[in-house]
């Protein structure tokens, strides 16, 4: 097996937040530590060591990156401070950033001040945009839908899901590569040659989508004594089952307005299935959020002890978006539009658009490339059993 050597490898990891794994001495302490490692996938050892040795190849095509949640286990005890979680965490940042084509993603996460200016000027041209179009399109309800046109919202959100997916199917194309370029050969083989693949798709999909439902890896990371609700894995369930409920609610809204007599903004009633969804799942996002926000102001843990303006960035979106959302949710039953209602409005448009355009480029894109490594590590675990 032929190794490229990328000597810059480590110093651009050290960009995206790794601190010096040059004190690393391959110990594997943090390996056996980690509660999600298992004999088939070893790390992160074997992760730091590609990094060591500048093999770029061989890390971005690791579904392991995607195995760890951060528990910051391998950190607590790594004899030489390499901060192996943290590690972990930088690798998965430079891998979206190497997945995206167009360099934005490197820019949000390597410079404070890009940043900065990008979100600036990305809030602008949304609001200019949005405003721009009141009075000019059909105004289907006063209050809040006569302030932006219902149709503007369509257009410009229609326009960010499709620039967002196409950046998204490019990138899970490369990723899917580098995946088979990352499997031992025998693993290549069975793919390829395997009578039985569709039976172990099948399976596999099972299991992850039963690992994703209860994130039973995440649970296994040991935490402080702590009730369930206080923990880091809930606090992980909330934001993402939560983000997968509000954009289904969304979804579903949508839909209602194109086979239903629905008018957009027009209140329904509380216990309407789509607002209850919408209202259950915001709510879990908020929950989430702010457990989230609170653990790295406060960082009782490794996990939350290095933060960069992308995870804050992240987490501000987030947060605007559900308190923003429950604003408007709470206006639309008002018999007339209010000054804050208007400005949580527009907020909570331009920023839930943003959320979606931002999604290929930031941490949001982890949600797609965690069930893809999970469902390459079931289809390598069945191939193994039905081997043995
Ligand atoms: S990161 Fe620390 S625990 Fe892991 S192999 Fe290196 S020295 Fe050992
Ligand atoms: S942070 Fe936790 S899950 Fe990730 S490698 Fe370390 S011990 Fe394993």
Redesign the pocket.
């Known amino acids: 097996m032929t190794v490229q050597v990328n000597t810059e490898l480590l110093g651009e990891l050290k960009a995206f937040g790794a601190f010096d794994v040059s004190a690393c001495f391959n110990c594997g302490n ?2 056996a ?5 298992a004999d088939e996938v070893t ?2 050892r074997r992760i730091i060591r590609y990094g060591q040795i500048g093999d770029r190849e061989h890390l971005l095509g690791s579904k ?1 990156l995607w ?9 607590e005890t790594c004899p030489r401070q390499a901060e ?2 943290e590690f ?2 930088s690798a998965r940042r430079y891998a979206i950033a190497s997945l995206d084509s167009t360099g934005i993603s490197r820019l949000l996460y390597t410079s404070n001040l890009f940043t900065a200016f990008f979100m600036a000027g990305l809030t602008a041209l949304l609001a200019v945009i949005l405003l721009s179009t009141r009075g000019t399109m059909a105004v289907e309800r006063p209050a809040l839908f006569g302030f932006i046109s219902a149709q503007a919202i369509h257009y410009v959100g229609t326009a960010a899901i499709l620039i967002a997916l196409i950046m998204m199917v490019v990138s899970v194309a490369r990723l899917s590569r580098l995946f088979r370029r990352g499997s031992s050969s025998s693993d290549k083989q069975d793919e390829t040659g395997g009578a039985n693949v569709a039976r172990r798709l099948t399976v596999a999909i099972g299991k992850v989508v039963a690992d994703l439902a209860t994130e039973k890896h995440h649970r296994s ?1 040991t935490e402080e004594a702590q009730p369930w609700y206080r923990s880091r894995w809930f606090m992980h369930w909330t934001i993402m089952w939560g983000f997968i409920g509000l954009a289904a609610a969304t979804t579903f809204d949508y839909l209602l307005l194109l086979v239903a007599d629905k008018v957009p903004g027009q209140p329904v009633p509380l216990w309407h299935p789509i607002r209850l969804l919408g209202t259950v799942t915001g709510m879990l996002v908020l929950f989430g959020t702010l457990r989230a926000l609170a653990a790295r102001i406060r960082k009782p843990e ?2 939350s002890s290095h933060s960069l303006l992308s995870d804050w960035l992240f987490l501000a979106l987030l947060l605007v978006a559900t308190i923003t959302g429950f604003a408007v949710e709470f206006a639309v039953y008002l018999p007339r539009g209010h000054a804050w209602s208007y400005v949580a409005f527009l907020v909570h448009v331009i920023v839930a658009i943003e959320v979606v355009l931002l999604f290929p480029f930031t941490k949001f894109a982890h949600a797609v490339y965690r069930p893809m490594a999970l469902l390459m590590r079931e289809m390598t675990r069945h191939k193994s059993l039905a081997n043995s």
């Open positions: 943090c390996s530590a980690c509660p999600v490692s790390f992160p392991e195995l760890c949640y951060y528990c910051g286990e391998c950190s192996p979680g972990m965490a990371c490794k996990y």
